[in-house]
């Protein structure tokens, strides 16, 4: 069956090409690309630039929009403009009613968790963290309630917020999925499950990020093919723009703070409780007694159910050491990937973190003799050693979210730059450095992982 490439131009009902459109007289049909990167979160902040980076690399001068569950602007945080998706397409909407060429936007699906997020979760999220408390002790209690209100509050009608329904889109529109997560799409309400199937029926292009989500939609009748997720490409995609706030952002005064190295520690408020905080304390001061590094603390995500400065802070005070803490100030992308490729240790409670962090190792060849000479054989046990001490989350209290989802829930994770957790080693045989090029490739076969993402460049058959 012939196949056809999203950067290909072409007319509402995908027919043959309009001469005026093929001469460039007509505007190019808009790549629409949808996720939660409306929010402040690493992970979904990433997942909007590797898309937009990757976009701009397959289709260069095909307009991208930005769309999530509301307008809001990260710029400032290194994200994009995001436009709320039912707002761009009406706009579209009344635009090509004076426009007979204007051709109908496809939509990405960018990637993340977004087949386990629901409009109440999404619409606290999105919310100042002031009011987004206001609204648990409002709502939290009425499950019902609650939705139909997130949903009324959001102005959406498709079943899942981050999920793009083809009927609210332009005849002729395409969907596609990049990476789409839903390890708890399994306990959503039968009726939401429902309505979500059919929307992911009208997509062309479906590809998830674990096996979970690909066996669960498989049961329901919808063919998934599995794809790593994005973020895979953070190194290739922005390594150049990472390096440069590595040589002169918070990562470098952190190298001076730290010479000898420093272990990035991120730690979500459901850990905040004093019982968690007390044992995670004293496991760091165990980890610092042994390693002799420095200890930097981060948020990753600053929306409402993701990370909290004060509980970081709190942790610091309970420290035998404070002064050897840092608590990072950046809620810059960039600056705090910078971050994570600098450090010689990474502990996180959050496993999108760890996958950022594991794009982002050091170069080759750099060599820490000073750790080795004071841990010895203790170094390479880090890991496991440590996993026991690191209590997993308390259950939800009153206005906490539900983590049976999958979200967030399970133990807090430990991992080193060294594949074989030998921190004490040279770094011979780590993965290569951060590549000098800002992008890579489009390539969608080979033995990379990484090629194994699709590009903006989906080939759709029988269309």
Known sequence: MPALSLRQPRTRDAGPVDPAIAAGRARPSPLILFGAFDRHNLGDLLLGRIAGALAEASAPGRPLLFAGAASRDLREAGGEQVHGLDALIEHWQRESAHDPQRLPPDLLQAGGEILGCTAWEAAVMLETPDRAAALIRAHDRDLAGREAWARQHLGITRALPYLASGAQLPGGSRIAHTGSGGVGFAHLPAAVRSAALTDLATAAVVHVRDRRTQDTLAAAGIEADLTPDPAVLVARVLGTAIGRHAAAGEAAAMRERFPSGWIAIQVSAEFGDDATLDTLAAGLDRLQRDTGLGLVMFCAGRAPWHDDPAVLHRLRARLAAPADCIVAASTSLLELCALLAGCTLFLASSLTCAHRRRSLRPP??????????????????????????????????????????????????????????????????????????AHPQLTRTGSNPEDLWPSTDLQVPGM
């Open 364 to 437: 080759c060849g750099e060599s820490r003799p000073g750790l080795r000479a004071r841990t010895g054989r203790q170094a390479a046990r880090l890991p496991r050693d440590l996993a026991w001490r690191l209590a997993s989350p308390p259950p939800p209290r009153g206005g906490g979210r539900d983590r049976g989802s999958g979200r967030g829930a399970g133990r807090a994770r430990a991992c080193t730059s060294c594949p074989r957790g030998r921190a004490g080693r040279t770094r011979r045989n780590c993965v290569p450095a951060l590549p000098r090029r």
